[in-house]
């Protein structure tokens, strides 16, 4: 069965510190990726995707992933991270064309001001 | 444009009460889904439709019935609450393929 692993659960950083966040999937085939994020009490709203071309994607809120396919990673990345970051992180995966998203764990991000 | 509109919000529900969680979407999104989140288990795929009248099994189906009558409503029923189905759950809407998911805002339920 595919799975996807967030190796971190709950990740305490210092704002202005640097953020990256491990995604590892187990597809050894065409891939979409997708980090999401959760802010307190809210739902999931879409950070970033790739589906093909420049392994390296920039989402909103100046967060950026690079997709390394040797490595089957995805990982999650913000050079100088604000209390505002605070949220939990969920990386997910789909097949090529399929339906279905495999999703992680999630990450607890906590930012002391 | 409303998006992914679930409801209720919230909900308290007696061991063995039935209830219907509502997910409405006005984005033309061929597949719909619902999920659960519970801590430190990410999502779960509950049950899942790719299109009108068609549903099928996700992860975790025991206990949830589904229903796609019409393509904009997804319907999750709980026929006999149990305290394990205490969790925050969560419509979502997309395409095949190469698209994102879009959620609704969650429910939260708790059965005493």
């Known amino acids: 069965a595919q799975s996807v692993s967030q190796h971190n659960h709950h990740v305490i950083l210092s704002e202005a510190a640097s953020l990256e966040l491990g995604c590892n999937y187990s597809?050894?085939?065409?891939?979409?990726l997708f980090w999401y994020v959760q802010y307190p009490g809210q739902h999931l709203q879409l950070l970033l995707k790739?589906?093909?071309?420049d392994p390296l994607v920039k989402g909103i809120k100046g967060f950026e992933a690079e997709f390394i396919k040797s490595k089957f990673s995805f990982n999650l990345r913000k050079p100088s991270v604000q209390w505002s970051d605070t949220a939990e992180y969920f990386c997910a995966v789909n097949e090529g064309a399929n339906y279905q998203l495999i999703w992680g764990a999630g990450t607890k991000l906590i930012i002391k001001p | 444009n409303a998006g992914v509109t679930q409801t209720p919000k919230f909900r308290v529900l007696k061991t063995g009460q039935s209830m219907t969680l509502l997910c409405a979407q006005d984005?033309?999104?061929?597949?719909m889904y619902w999920y659960r989140q519970d801590p430190g288990m990410g999502l779960r795929l509950i049950h899942y439709?790719?299109?009108?009248?068609?549903?099928a099994k996700g992860e975790v189906p025991d206990g949830y019935n589904v229903s796609r009558l019409k393509k904009q409503n997804f319907l999750l029923g709980l026929e006999s609450a149990a305290p394990s189905q205490t969790s925050v759950y969560f419509c979502?809407?997309?395409?095949?393929?190469?698209?994102?998911?879009?959620f609704g805002q969650g429910t939260r339920l708790t059965v005493v």
């Open positions: 979502a809407g997309g395409n095949r393929g190469r698209t994102e998911a879009f």
């Open positions: 790739y589906f093909s071309g």
């Open positions: 439709s790719v299109g009108e009248g068609t549903t």
């Open positions: 984005m033309n999104h061929e597949y």
């Open positions: 597809y050894g085939g065409t891939v979409n």
